[in-house]
């Protein structure tokens, strides 16, 4: 088990520093240099070379990343998930009165989130501000590292209904205390103070609110974990690192990150968006290949789409599907939708069950319950961009949405363990139809 502990406890820090999707990325990217990987900007031609490591990101919010083969590639095998998770975005000019004794922000609803456990916890903001100096206007992190902001339930003498079910409203329920009336015109200044400047030099920001509890393990042997942000970020960590561990066969691998998918994906950074589409573009132009080259490149290729999913609940377990019914710590999900939802069919979990047989890790099946309807992600979105045989999977969790989530330390390192020997192996598509993992 200490392996599995090992790599939950480096899940937790790199949740940890990770409040917003821009540090998501950032943290990212240090972990890609460290491994020789070298930055690329959109806005610039791009020289390449083969067994070359790179990486570009777009709005600072999502990435894309890529090893190109020593030898000439045949197609390009992917992992996508998300940096996003549900959470409040601070508004402009967020500042509110209240009662003449306290001071408020004003945020809205970013993504379908459980708006219960966001009471009465210590909350803080973090994200990128805009700042202006004598280069220009350029991008600063901040995160308030501290116990900054709450949201006070009404007590239960004030509303007796509130355990017989309560109808929430951001805009009147959501706000989260700032402090009290000395407050006023104060957020600014401790914003543009995080990003060392004066608030004059501020021109924009986007600041999400986020939970100030630290992940940790649970249960009667600690085999659970629980964290903010695990849907997605515990995707994106264990893709990750298997991604940095692989030494990638005759396809071009490529790790991606993107924003954006909690409300939609349609952003210039959302998985709706060109970026994905664009940059396998240029890595077969930098690399040589024809324009032609390049579409029977993507014909051959492959996508797992990695976003967690549903485990069954203890306490409702009517909610899953009769058969098909995930727990933590029994290994990866592989989600089926048949109204398209996800991107699963029969060829594409062949491939999957494939990876992890041969990399010895468990799986098992979620399919919704026939008379719900459940999620979709970022796979089906991404194949209208760009169309590529894919399968959608996830690790199993519970208390989706909610700012803190449960999860089981041993999933993380199965989807390392997955994601390693599927961008170590060559998938390849013959004339004849059949399907080879090498």
């Known amino acids: 088990m200490k392996e599995f502990y090992e790599e939950s406890e480096k ?4 949740i940890e520093n990770s409040p917003s999707c821009f540090h998501v990325v950032k943290n990212i990217a240090g972990m890609l240099e460290e491994k020789g990987f070298t930055a690329l900007e959109e806005q610039n031609c791009w020289q390449i070379t083969p067994g070359g490591r790179y990486y570009v990101t777009r709005n600072g919010s999502s990435l894309i990343a890529f090893q190109i083969p020593e030898r000439e590639f045949g197609g390009f095998q992917l992992i996508c998930s998300h940096t996003d998770s549900p959470s409040f975005k601070v508004k402009e000019q967020p500042e509110m009165q209240a009662d003449g004794k306290y001071t408020k922000l004003n945020v809205e609803k970013y993504g379908g989130m459980l708006c219960a456990p966001w009471f009465d916890r210590p909350l803080s903001v973090a994200g990128r501000v805009l700042v202006q100096d004598e280069q220009g206007i350029h991008q600063v992190l901040i995160n308030v590292d501290r116990d900054l902001l709450m949201i006070p339930n009404v007590a239960i003498h004030m509303n007796r209904n509130a355990n017989d079910g309560y109808t929430y409203n951001a805009q ?3 706000c989260p205390v700032f402090g009290d009336e000395l407050a006023k015109d104060s957020f600014g200044k401790l914003i543009a103070s995080e990003a060392g400047t004066a608030p004059e030099q501020v021109l924009g920001s986007d600041l999400f609110l986020y939970n100030r509890q630290k992940g940790t393990f649970w249960g009667n042997e600690r085999e659970f974990i629980a964290s903010p942000r695990l849907d997605d970020l515990q995707c994106v960590f264990g893709s990750l690192r298997g991604f940095l561990e692989a030494k990638p066969g005759k396809n071009a691998a490529v790790f991606c990150a993107f924003d954006n ?3 939609g994906s349609v ?4 998985a709706a968006s060109t970026f994905l589409k664009d940059t396998l573009y240029r890595i077969s132009l ?3 290949k024809t324009r032609e080259e390049h579409f029977a490149a993507v014909s051959g290729s492959f996508m797992i789409s990695a976003d967690n999913a549903h485990a ?5 377990a009517e909610l899953a599907d009769p058969v098909n019914r995930p727990q933590m710590n029994h290994g990866i999900v592989i989600k089926y939708n048949a109204a398209q939802k996800y991107t699963t069919d029969g060829i594409s979990t062949a491939i999957f069950r494939t ?3 041969r990399a010895q890790v468990p799986y098992q099946i979620f399919t919704n319950r026939s008379d719900m309807a459940g999620g ?4 089906n979105i991404s194949n209208t961009q760009v169309s590529l045989r894919a399968v959608d999977i996830g690790l199993p969790q519970l208390a989706m949405h909610s700012p803190y989530e449960m999860a089981g330390v041993r999933d993380t390192l199965y989807l390392e363990r997955a994601a390693k020997l599927y961008y170590s192996s060559t998938i390849c598509m013959s004339e004849n139809g059949c399907i080879t993992v090498e």
């Open 312 to 316: 069954v609940h203890p306490n409702h």
């Open 376 to 379: 979709s992600t970022l796979g």
């Open 286 to 288: 930098a690399s040589g």
């Open 355 to 357: 990876i992890c047989d």
């Open 11 to 14: 899940l937790l820090r790199f």
């Open 172 to 174: 009147k329920d959501m």
């Open 261 to 263: 998918e909690e409300t």
């Open 267 to 270: 952003s210039r950074q959302g």
